[in-house]
């Protein structure tokens, strides 16, 4: 078992960064690739973006390229995502998980979920 606790979220304007921060206890967080998704009401929950086991390889959705930053730091069993240049549309509760692979970016391949933390971006 792996649980999975977001934090870092809140009101922020266009234009500014939030850093997440996924802390997890449990089966080493090593072990797993780690991702974000985001979920806004009425909408189903997307990829964000995914970093690997050690850290060597990521994937980003378009829609955050060159804008979102995802890193991890295994020792600490941590993971992370930068957010700069957020815009109203990047508003959702965003949520961490641990998988397998990166490059898989389906729900159902997440083996473990965090309870979601709330992004609000303002214009």
């Known amino acids: 078992q792996v649980q999975l606790v977001e934090s870092g979220g809140g009101l922020v304007q266009a234009g500014g960064s939030l850093r997440l921060s996924c802390a997890a206890s449990g089966r080493t967080f090593g072990s797993y690739a780690m991702a974000w998704f985001r979920q806004t009401p009425g909408k189903e929950r997307e990829f964000v973006a995914a970093i690997s086991r050690s850290g060597s390889s990521t994937n980003y959705a378009d829609s955050v390229k060159g804008r979102f930053l995802i890193s991890r730091d295994n020792a600490k069993n941590t993971g992370f995502l930068q957010m700069n240049s957020l815009k109203p549309d990047d508003t959702a509760v965003y949520y961490c998980?641990?998988?397998?692979?990166?490059?898989?970016?389906?729900?159902?391949?997440?083996?473990?979920w965090g309870q979601g933390t709330q992004v609000t971006v303002s214009s």
């Open positions: 998980g641990a998988g397998l692979s990166i490059w898989d970016t389906r729900l159902n391949s997440m083996y473990y």
